[in-house]
């Protein structure tokens, strides 16, 4: 019998592009199935970039969660290249110094919508992008 090892992909190489047709077709499956769920969060730019500013952070890693509120939300983190969340860095002070600083922990992101669902055909059989 033969040992098989089963290597991990990088943490930073995990993802890829699928094309518009795939995504429309994933958005859309799980929109019939969940017509009740949350249908989109937005998230910007600048958050991103603090968490993967971060010394050691190779990708994030998004929480199903309930805010303050109750509300559906997400709660995302850093991921160091092993994958474990980064809950601490580890600085250098001006002066030389090492500084421990917590890990970005981020929410409040937007949940976008209106009296239609942004993105959904009237007919909801159907999923559009909407492209800014």
């Not at 019998?1 to 994933?26: D, R, V, Y």
């Not at 998230?43 to 603090?50: A, L, T």
């Not at 805010?67 to 850093?78: D, P, S, W």
Request: proline share 4%; with cysteine.
């Amino acid at each position: 019998m033969k040992n098989l090892t089963l290597e991990k992909p990088a943490i930073a190489s995990i993802g890829e592009e699928i094309g518009l047709e795939l995504g429309n077709e994933m958005v859309s499956s799980y929109q019939i199935s969940n017509p009740n769920d949350v249908f989109a969060y937005e998230v910007g730019r600048d958050i991103i970039d603090q968490i993967l500013a971060q010394p050691g952070c190779h990708g994030l890693k998004f929480y199903n969660a309930y805010n303050e509120k109750g509300e559906k939300t997400l709660v995302y983190v850093g991921l160091d290249g092993s994958g474990k969340t980064i809950t601490e860095i580890s600085l250098v002070a001006a002066d030389g110094s090492f500084v421990q600083k917590k890990g970005i922990v981020a929410d409040r992101i937007r949940v976008p919508g209106g009296p239609v669902r942004e993105g959904i055909a009237e007919d909801a059989d159907s999923f559009i992008w909407t492209v800014d």
